[in-house]
């Protein structure tokens, strides 16, 4: 990043960046200067490409945006005042702490781009997708939200069909392989995706929609 650009993510980052409530649980719909019409929350941004394009073809929707990195948060920052979003919110640490924080059925669409897949049998325990995170998502999605993943590790894709397949509040949309390898549309692609398809990994693109609560 540039100095420029750098100084100004410093000044425009305390505008964006959200805490956790002491006590009680975060309003996201509050986090926005104007009401929305539903709030979509990225995980892991990285860089951001895909969640300043998103809001960007949004404005209705509020964007939360999670990510530890912090120069991933800074290259966010820089491409809202550069492109003049005003729908972006940004949680800079641990994804976590945010999801325990959020109320029920508070938020209409979740991405979890490109995850670490941590490969290793004993770091298993560290992947975002899992179980009890999967709980979490569930609990703070509004029924028929979408849950969009992306992975370009073969051994992670097979852990992320079980996982979430295996989970009574999330529905598959797509069941073939042939579906999963095509980026749809409205998915703007992200520098990880770049990074894998020239090492020559082909990414896969899955979709899963939380159940209506009965
Ligand atoms: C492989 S990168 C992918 C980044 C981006 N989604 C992309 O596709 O280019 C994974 C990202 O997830 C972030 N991350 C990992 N664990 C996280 C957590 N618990 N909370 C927030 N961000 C996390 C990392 O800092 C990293 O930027």
Same mark, same amino acid.
């Given at each position: 990043m540039r100095p420029g650009q750098q100084r100004l993510a410093e000044t425009l980052l305390p505008e964006l960046r959200f805490a956790l409530p002491e006590s009680g649980l975060l309003d996201p719909a509050r986090l926005f200067g104007a009401p929305m019409q539903a709030v979509w929350l990225e995980i892991g941004? /990285? /860089?951001g490409e895909h969640l300043a394009a998103q809001a960007g073809c949004h404005p209705e929707i509020g964007f939360l945006g999670c990510e530890v990195f912090e120069n991933g948060v800074a290259r966010l920052v820089s491409a809202v005042a550069r492109n003049g979003i005003g729908n972006v919110r940004i949680f800079a640490d641990d994804a976590r702490l945010l999801l325990a924080a959020l109320p029920d059925r508070s938020i209409a669409r979740i991405f979890i781009l490109f995850p670490d897949p941590w490969p290793k049998a004993r770091h298993?325990? &560290? &992947?975002?997708?899992?179980p009890a995170t999967l709980d979490q998502l569930a609990r703070i999605m509004t029924d028929g939200a979408e849950l969009r993943l992306a992975t370009d590790d073969p051994d992670y894709l097979a852990w992320i069909l079980e996982t979430v397949t295996a989970h009574p509040e999330f529905a598959s949309t797509a069941p073939q392989a042939a579906d999963w390898r095509e980026r749809p549309p409205d998915w703007p692609a992200t520098r990880y995706e770049e990074k894998a398809r020239a090492a020559g990994r082909s990414p896969a693109f899955l979709t899963f929609v939380r159940r209506v609560r009965t």
């Open positions: 941004f /990285g /860089g298993h325990k &560290r &992947r975002l997708v899992a």
